[in-house]
């Protein structure tokens, strides 16, 4: 066996390719964290979108009060979703970029370990730092559609409050002598 294939067969049998390639193998869990919870987010605002297609149903329907409030509420609340659905899956896709990323480094991390040269190192880091700039805009991308979400549930509260008012004064009309 010659030096340079006894060299490989060493360089291939080493630890010190697992052991570099942990980093990125730990960013990939953290992305695969993000996606699942962001495919969660995103099925949740489908529920959503189903329970309001349901209340403008019961609006044409005539079967539901303040038709023309909660309509407005409707049309609102959904425009909301819609923006909040758009940016989950803009970072949905970053994630997964993200995440191809730092599987690419993570390659190129065993590929350089086992045939490169030292010089070459900065090829491995160079798509880490990528994958890490994706990861960050994802992650601003959900910072940013979190506050639709407080919106959404602010307004939903709102709306409540004022159908609790209508009641109220409803209560009291009926109660009040003519």
């Known amino acids: 066996m010659s030096l340079h294939e006894r060299e490989m067969l060493e360089a291939l049998s080493s630890s ?5 390639m942990i980093t990125p193998a730990v960013l990939i869990s ?10 969660a987010r995103l099925g949740r605002i489908f529920d959503r979108v189903n329970v309001m297609k349901g209340e ?16 407005q509420h409707l049309r609102e609340q ?4 819609k923006r909040r659905a758009i940016l ?3 970072a949905m896709a970053t994630l997964y970029t993200a ?4 599987v690419s480094s993570s ?9 490169g040269r030292p010089e070459q190192a900065w090829i491995p880091t160079l798509i880490a730092l990528a994958g890490g700039l994706f990861l960050f805009t994802a992650s601003a991308l959900l910072l940013y559609e979190s506050r639709f979400n407080l919106r959404f549930v602010s307004r939903h509260i709102d709306f409540i409050e004022f159908l609790e008012e209508q009641a109220e004064k409803h209560d009291r009309q009926s109660r009040s002598p003519d």
């Open 56 to 71: 403008v149903e019961a609006i044409l329907e005539d079967k539901i009060s303040f038709p023309r409030e909660r309509m």
């Open 88 to 90: 989950i899956q803009k």
């Open 99 to 102: 995440t191809a990323l730092f």
């Open 78 to 81: 959904i425009n909301l979703q």
């Open 30 to 39: 953290a992305c695969g964290t993000l996606i699942f919870s962001t495919s």
């Open 107 to 115: 390659l190129a991390i065993a590929i350089n370990t086992a045939y």
């Open 16 to 20: 010190r390719i697992l052991t570099s």
